[in-house]
């Protein structure tokens, strides 16, 4: 018998055993199915059996099939266990987060962490909200930080943090363009508009951008009026020459700032950063 045991090969084993389908198994081990028969004509020819038998359905198990599952099944659910006990005992966190202000605000809780807990480290990963859930999905990241909506997800989501949204411009361009604190509709519409994606588009938007840093940069060049987090403003701008202004008629709705993670999944060090997270906000 081969010593050299390959774990891919049971693996597709278990899982062509398990759904009796070949395309089935592919989907449920993520490989294709040439990979799958391919795996299984290769298990066969160390074990030197016949495993499946093809049929109009798919494949049926044959008896040294029925034998093997169970002590194979048993073997890689204790691997799997092994090896995420070790990551439930890593020293590093894998964070993804989505918004530039999720970024800012994180940085503050990592540094006031670190404090106490010099040993831990972090691996921190910017990209869009989509993909950052995907990551989780696929364990490639303990925590996601992010301020958009995401209801209807699988995962436990832990609100952090209110944040109120905030018409503003330039000292400059609200002098030029007769912008005061309140404002009317119609007034609101006659200025030229700065968006930042993925708000929603504003009437009269001469400039789209992605950050909240390119959308303070086009304000401060008098380039318009914009919204954003009233606390992005306040944390990382606060002496600016800007003017906080509201519209009557037009109500910003109130974003959180999220942390969501997969609760069967968070290894001790991420769950310990999330509850001083936490704590700090009840403070």
């Known amino acids: 018998m081969n010593q050299n045991i390959n774990l891919n090969l049971y693996k597709t084993f278990v899982a062509l055993y398990e759904t009796k389908n070949m395309r089935k198994a592919a989907e449920k081990i993520g490989v294709s199915q ?6 299984t004509r290769e298990l066969e020819k160390q074990l030197d059996v016949k495993l499946f038998i093809s049929n109009n359905r798919g494949v049926e198990p044959t ?5 093997l599952h ?16 070790i990551k439930l005992n890593s020293d590093v966190i894998r964070i993804a987060f989505a918004t530039n202000f999720a970024a800012h605000i994180l940085a503050e809780f990592v540094c006031e962490f670190n404090e106490l807990n010099k040993s831990i480290k972090f691996h921190m990963n910017s990209t869009r909200p989509t993909e950052a859930i995907n990551m989780l999905r696929e364990r490639k990241v303990d925590l996601v930080f992010n301020t958009l909506p995401t209801e209807g997800l699988e995962f436990e989501q832990a609100s952090l943090m209110q944040l109120k949204q905030t018409f503003f411009t330039s000292q400059e361009y609200a002098k030029q363009n007769d912008v005061q ?16 994606i993925p708000q929603e588009a504003m009437r009269n938007s001469k400039y789209t951008v992605e950050t909240q840093d390119m959308l303070y940069k086009f304000i401060m060049n008098n380039k318009g009026v914009g919204y954003c987090i009233e606390q992005f403003l306040d944390r990382k701008y606060p002496d600016a020459s800007i003017l906080k202004f509201k519209v009557d008629g037009i109500e910003l709705r109130d974003l959180f700032l999220s942390c969501i993670y997969n609760k069967s999944h968070l290894s001790q060090p991420a769950k310990k950063f999330l509850n001083s997270i936490k704590s700090s906000q009840h403070k």
């Open 34 to 39: 040439p990979a799958v028969f391919s795996n």
């Open 70 to 85: 169970k002590d194979a099944k048993n073997a890689l659910t204790l691997l799997d266990s092994g090896v995420r006990a």
């Open 181 to 196: 604190p309140i404002i009317s509709k119609e007034k609101f519409d006659t200025l030229s508009n700065i968006t930042l």
């Open 63 to 67: 008896e040294e099939a029925n034998i």
